[in-house]
């Protein structure tokens, strides 16, 4: 098979023991999703067409997280003899490519599209075997450190274990962004040794045997602190969520969304929401959701994956929504659960108001019609269709299959036609 190139490779074999985790460190999740995911996609913003995820511990959950996803190959590293190995493992797989390889780590889910397709354009017109992007960090603890020469040009990286006091004070760092030439990147690596601190293979000692083979290696300060950081503890997980969540409601925000506080509302990178939409505090907006615009959400609203809102539709406190569509005008103001529900316009969920949707085995839908009114505490018990403009009675249980008639009116438990009292 030829391979599509720009190729990119991910490397995400380690364990990540600081994690002290059984799950691979690449998918623990970052604003709900894998922090690989969140690489994958920056590279393939950057315009990479063929993408190799070297994987070795728990290589299942890798294979599973990712599967089904057509541009991904992936390689297998056995043993984690370090980042320049890693690499190497690549090289059955991508055969006599010749194009440019960009490299990057697994752990670094902040990274964004922009600066990668800088590194892959800079590297064609600058005709370098190796384009290093760099970053400048106050604190530059835990990376590789670059080294210049006099006049400012790249001398080599110095991984922060072999460093001398003078070399840890560099603050310019290696965010293990690389652009190389492929056929020369398999030639350096054949070359690299173990003689360091951790007796491994370094892709860090790979630009350095580049300028050695006379080859042309440039490092370009084009990253910035937030792009970089990477996770190798939970605490470095919990500050890449909080980055990535601020650039998330950052985002909304300029797309017209009101966020009343930033800091308590969770909202997932692949929910979108309308103009003049409001978010009040302590809301969950989790996984794939869609919220049309001038809609009010929370305080104390979830919103989980599946959930779609039309226009102007109100979910207030510790309402609960998973996998159902409100279409526009729809209010369910309080403390009610819609699971696997599709909603009609202008219909009114009272307090308390749930669909039962699950039988311990099998989740079945609900539906309900246009300006429908559900009364308080009433539920609805699946599969069950409520007519438009029906009316539930507070406390009725509508039990499964008693499908309510356009126009109806039910009461009680189980939940049975209103006949007029007569006078
Ligand atoms: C590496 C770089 C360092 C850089 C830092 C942050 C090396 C030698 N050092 O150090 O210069 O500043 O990243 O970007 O490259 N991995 C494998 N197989 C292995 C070893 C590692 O796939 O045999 C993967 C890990 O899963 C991880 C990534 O490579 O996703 C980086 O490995 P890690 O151990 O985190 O390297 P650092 O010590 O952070
Ligand atoms: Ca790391």
């Given at each position: 098979?030829?391979?599509?190139?720009?190729?990119?490779?991910?490397?995400?074999?380690?364990?990540?023991?600081?994690?002290?985790?059984?799950?691979?460190?690449?998918?623990?999740?970052?604003?709900?999703?894998?922090?690989?995911?969140?690489?994958?996609?920056?590279?393939?913003?950057?315009?990479?067409?063929?993408?190799?995820?070297?994987?070795?511990?728990?290589?299942?959950?890798?294979?599973?997280?990712?599967?089904n996803e057509p541009d991904i190959l992936f390689a297998t590293q056995s043993e984690q003899l370090g980042t320049g190995?890693?690499?190497?493992?690549?090289?059955?797989?991508?055969?006599?490519?010749?194009?440019?390889?960009?490299?990057?780590?697994?752990?670094?889910?902040?990274?964004?599209?922009?600066?990668?397709?800088?590194?892959?354009?800079?590297?064609?017109?600058?005709?370098?075997?190796?384009?290093?992007?760099?970053?400048?960090?106050?604190?530059?603890?835990?990376?590789?450190?670059?080294?210049?020469?006099?006049?400012?040009?790249?001398?080599?990286?110095?991984?922060?274990?072999?460093?001398?006091?003078?070399?840890?004070?560099?603050?310019?760092?290696?965010?293990?962004?690389?652009?190389?030439?492929?056929?020369?990147?398999?030639?350096?690596?054949?070359?690299?040794?173990?003689?360091?601190?951790?007796?491994?293979?370094?892709?860090?000692?790979?630009?350095?045997?580049?300028?050695?083979?006379?080859?042309?290696?440039?490092?370009?300060?084009?990253?910035?602190?937030?792009?970089?950081?990477?996770?190798?503890?939970?605490?470095?997980?919990?500050?890449?969520?909080?980055?990535?969540?601020?650039?998330?409601?950052?985002?909304?925000?300029?797309?017209?969304?009101?966020?009343?506080?930033?800091?308590?509302?969770?909202?997932?990178?692949?929910?979108?929401?309308?103009?003049?939409?409001?978010?009040?505090?302590?809301?969950?907006?989790?996984?794939?959701?869609?919220?049309?615009?001038?809609?009010?959400?929370?305080?104390?609203?979830?919103?989980?994956?599946?959930?779609?809102?039309?226009?102007?539709?109100?979910?207030?406190?510790?309402?609960?929504?998973?996998?159902?569509?409100?279409?526009?005008?729809?209010?369910?103001?309080?403390?009610?659960?819609?699971?696997?529900?599709?909603?009609?316009?202008?219909?009114?969920?009272?307090?308390?108001?749930?669909?039962?949707?699950?039988?311990?085995?099998?989740?079945?839908?609900?539906?309900?019609?246009?300006?429908?009114?559900?009364?308080?505490?009433?539920?609805?018990?699946?599969?069950?269709?409520?007519?438009?403009?029906?009316?539930?009675?507070?406390?009725?249980?509508?039990?499964?299959?008693?499908?309510?008639?356009?126009?109806?009116?039910?009461?009680?438990?189980?939940?049975?036609?209103?006949?007029?009292?007569?006078?």
């Amino acid at each position: 098979m030829a391979i599509k190139g720009p190729v990119a490779i991910i490397l995400a074999a380690g364990q990540g023991k600081r994690m002290k985790s059984e799950k691979a460190k690449v998918l623990h999740e970052v604003c709900g999703r894998p922090m690989i995911q969140y690489v994958v996609d920056a590279a393939r913003g950057a315009g990479a067409k063929t993408i190799v995820v070297v994987v070795g511990y728990a290589s299942e959950q890798l294979y599973s997280a990712l599967q089904n996803e057509p541009d991904i190959l992936f390689a297998t590293q056995s043993e984690q003899l370090g980042t320049g190995h890693a690499v190497k493992v690549c090289r059955p797989l991508l055969g006599d490519y010749q194009g440019p390889a960009l490299i990057l780590v697994g752990d670094e889910p902040l990274l964004r599209p922009e600066p990668l397709a800088d590194l892959l354009n800079r590297q064609k017109h600058e005709g370098a075997a190796c384009l290093l992007g760099t970053a400048e960090l106050a604190d530059p603890t835990g990376f590789g450190r670059i080294l210049r020469d006099s006049a400012g040009r790249f001398l080599r990286i110095v991984e922060e274990r072999d460093c001398s006091p003078e070399e840890k004070a560099i603050r310019e760092v290696n965010p293990s962004c690389y652009v190389f030439e492929t056929p020369v990147l398999w030639e350096a690596l054949d070359q690299i040794g173990t003689s360091n601190a951790q007796g491994e293979y370094y892709l860090t000692d790979a630009p350095e045997r580049l300028m050695t083979m006379g080859r042309k290696v440039v490092a370009l300060k084009v990253l910035r602190a937030d792009d970089v950081l990477g996770v190798n503890t939970r605490q470095h997980l919990a500050q890449a969520g909080a980055i990535m969540q601020s650039r998330i409601q950052d985002h909304l925000m300029t797309e017209g969304v009101t966020i009343v506080d930033p800091r308590n509302t969770y909202i997932d990178g692949r929910a979108t929401i309308g103009p003049d939409t409001i978010i009040h505090p302590f809301s969950v907006i989790g996984g794939p959701v869609t919220v049309g615009a001038n809609c009010r959400i929370g305080p104390f609203a979830h919103l989980r994956p599946g959930t779609e809102l039309a226009d102007d539709v109100v979910v207030g406190a510790f309402v609960e929504i998973a996998r159902s569509k409100l279409d526009g005008g729809t209010i369910a103001r309080h403390l009610t659960y819609l699971g696997d529900a599709v909603v009609g316009r202008d219909v009114n969920i009272g307090c308390g108001a749930v669909t039962a949707n699950f039988d311990g085995s099998r989740k079945s839908e609900t539906r309900i019609g246009d300006h429908a009114r559900i009364g308080a505490n009433a539920v609805l018990v699946a599969p069950v269709e409520i007519g438009r403009d029906a009316v539930v009675g507070a406390g009725a249980v509508v039990t499964r299959g008693k499908h309510v008639a356009a126009g109806a009116t039910v009461v009680g438990v189980p939940a049975r036609p209103l006949v007029p009292e007569a006078d």
